[in-house]
């Protein structure tokens, strides 16, 4: 719980990883090149003081992950979020079986993910149940763009990927986690294009589709597919470092994301171990939408930031939250509304330049 001002916040972290990118786990030179991209990532986008050496950021030891979320982090609930990525990592990089044992070790304080590959065909599919049983999966997170022997992705839209939607459906599996924009090397950027997720979003309405990263940098395909489709959700992970070192463009990116789907679809995520998610919540706590942008954007509310901080993933994954850090009653709060239901504007500007 993070509290500011006599506001206090239920924090969810919706996208963290517990990675082993140490050269010892790095199969070839794209592992270790995918290791120094999130290095860059990390060094670019944090403040000064927040940047790790790279030995550091390669491995965090479980007390390090417990003490940056829990301790000092803020975060009342995390979501693992796993990445194999086993052609470039020999133990893989980031398994839901790893993730899963630090979990067990620290009771309620985690909610396990899965993953599932659609190249993996009917062996995947026993898998995908093994995962689910093991785990007690809620979620899954995918990777298009991983590569698998000669392929370097695939699609939410291919044939083999319906069967592992339609897979989840049968296990009760609705939170789809999709890595969507930003490129990493030595993936390929098309493979991370957002467009596949119209297709499936309409076709499995009782899924949701949570579109990490939000499309960057196509945010403008994001926005335009999330508002005709109710079960597709925004996670900032990536977007919200921007709140440093580029705070005007963030300001930009959440107003569109707020004028397009509105508050009850955004989510919060630290990308962990990328980023801690302590600066990332005070500054997001603090931040404004600058007044010239306020008559289009409108003010980011307290009520605004509860919400994508921790109520919008509690309610997602059936966390129940303490009835002090809820919204008072009447505050609406739920599910998207479906294109064409109503018309949205922005939430009233606070002060408007002249």
């Not at 942008?293 to 930031?305: A, F």
Request: glycine residues 8%; charged residues 25%.
């Amino acid at each position: 719980m993070y509290s500011k001002d006599g506001q206090n916040y239920f924090v969810v972290d919706g996208h963290i990883h517990y990675w082993d990118g140490t050269p010892a786990n790095q199969a070839n030179r794209y592992g270790e090149g995918f290791l120094n991209c999130f290095y860059d990532y990390h060094r670019n986008l944090s403040p000064e003081d927040e940047v790790w050496s790279l030995e550091h950021f390669q491995r965090q030891s479980e007390d390090q992950v417990i003490h940056d979320l829990f301790e000092v982090g803020y975060v009342d609930k995390a979501i693992f979020q796993p990445t194999y990525l086993t052609d470039f990592f020999v133990n893989g990089f980031n398994t839901t079986e790893q993730d899963g044992a630090l979990a067990e070790n620290h009771p309620g304080r985690f909610i396990v993910n899965g993953s599932w590959d659609p190249r993996d065909g009917e062996a995947g599919l026993e898998r995908l149940e093994q995962l689910a049983e093991r785990w007690h999966l809620r979620g899954v997170k995918l990777y298009t763009a991983e590569w698998k022997g000669d392929s370097k992705g695939w699609k939410l839209s291919d044939p083999w990927s319906y069967r592992y939607l339609e897979k989840c459906q049968e296990l009760g599996i609705r939170n789809i986690h999709v890595h969507k924009g930003p490129t990493i090397y030595p993936l390929n950027r098309d493979a991370f294009d957002v467009a596949d997720v119209d297709d499936v979003a309409s076709a499995f309405p009782g899924l949701r589709f949570i579109v990490e990263h939000v499309g960057l940098p196509r945010l403008e395909d994001f926005c335009w597919i999330a508002t005709q489709e109710p079960n597709v959700y925004g996670g900032l992970a990536v977007a919200l470092p921007f709140i440093h070192s580029r705070p005007r463009y963030f300001a930009q990116v959440i107003g569109e994301l707020l004028y397009w789907i509105g508050p009850d679809r955004i989510t919060f995520a630290s990308d962990y171990a990328i980023w801690t998610p302590r600066w990332l919540i005070e500054r997001f706590v603090d931040f404004q939408i600058p007044e010239d942008l306020q008559s289009e954007y409108g003010t980011l509310t307290t009520e605004i930031k509860k919400k994508i901080l921790g109520l919008n993933a509690a309610r997602l994954y059936d966390i129940d939250v303490p009835a002090d850090l809820r919204l008072p009653d009447g505050v609406p709060e739920g599910e998207g509304e479906a294109v064409g239901s109503e018309p949205v504007s922005p939430a009233p500007a606070a002060s408007v330049a002249p």
